[in-house]
């Protein structure tokens, strides 16, 4: 590991942290950058997996305006995240990387696309906080788990998924559901990073410039999302998973 190579990963970090809190996409700037650095395709995506700590970090202290109210969801969701994090990180420690490899590509596509939809107005909203409350619980339950599932594994747009997922079964603002999405995606990290800590082959060298710059980036994002507008970022996030999607699609099928 080089200065160059570290200065060029700290860079890297700063973008990557820049796009996880803002829009979930932090390792489809960090990830290649430890391959452009030499590192083989398993340990880049442990090593990057132990760095983005640092962007659930800071995006979680930059949301902290949004995310008041949220105290009671999240204490109830965030568990389902660990879980989900963990079974991902195992998930690719013990299995084949292909056949979940050729799934990504459609929920990321999919959820691209929920973006960019428009929503329709809740017309009564006692119907909807009760439905929250009742059956679309389990299901909001299942779907984080199973993103969490895909974000212990690898995580490339992970945070697209809950975006979407949150603005359509949650009917949050983009910010607030931006900040939900930093939560999650945090823990169900974390809990990732803290397996890959003990039992994969995590290049420390190449997480201290990569973590720290996460950490810079994902601190700014939550501001700009706080400040833009909503349409126009909506649509850059879901654009952006839609190019991502057509990117993962093209290598594994092609």
Not at 22 to 42: H, K, R
Not at 127 to 145: D, K, Y
Not at 153 to 159: S, V
Not at 163 to 176: D, E, F, S, V
Request: with cysteine.
């Amino acid at each position: 590991m080089t200065w160059w190579d570290a200065a060029f990963l700290a860079v890297a970090g700063v973008a990557g942290g820049l796009a996880g809190s803002i829009a979930g996409l932090a390792s489809v700037a960090t990830y290649p950058a430890l391959l452009m650095v030499g590192l083989p395709p398993v340990t880049a995506n442990v090593t990057n997996t132990v760095a983005v700590v640092f962007n659930g970090i800071g995006s979680v202290w930059g949301s902290r305006p949004e995310l008041k109210g949220q105290g009671r969801w999240l204490k109830r969701i965030v568990p389902v995240a660990a879980l989900g994090g963990a079974a991902g990180a195992l998930l690719l420690l013990s299995t084949p990387a292909e056949g979940f490899e050729k799934l990504v590509p459609m929920l990321i596509g999919f959820a691209s696309i929920a973006i960019l939809l428009p929503r329709r107005p809740n017309r009564d909203a006692r119907v909807a906080s009760h439905r929250r409350h009742t059956a679309t619980v389990l299901l909001e339950s299942a779907a984080i788990f199973t993103i969490s599932i895909y974000g212990g594994y690898f995580g490339a747009a992970a945070g697209v998924l809950l975006i979407a997922l949150l603005l359509r079964a949650g009917g949050a603002t983009l910010p607030r559901a931006n900040a939900g999405k930093n939560v999650l995606l945090g823990v169900s990290n974390s809990v990732a990073a803290l397996i890959f800590v003990f039992v994969a082959p995590v290049q420390w060298l190449a997480v201290i410039p990569l973590g720290l710059g996460c950490l810079i980036g994902s601190r700014l994002g939550p501001v700009v999302v706080r400040h833009a507008p909503a349409g126009p970022l909506k649509v850059l996030i879901g654009a952006g998973g839609l190019l991502l999607a057509i990117k993962l699609a093209l290598d594994a099928y092609g």
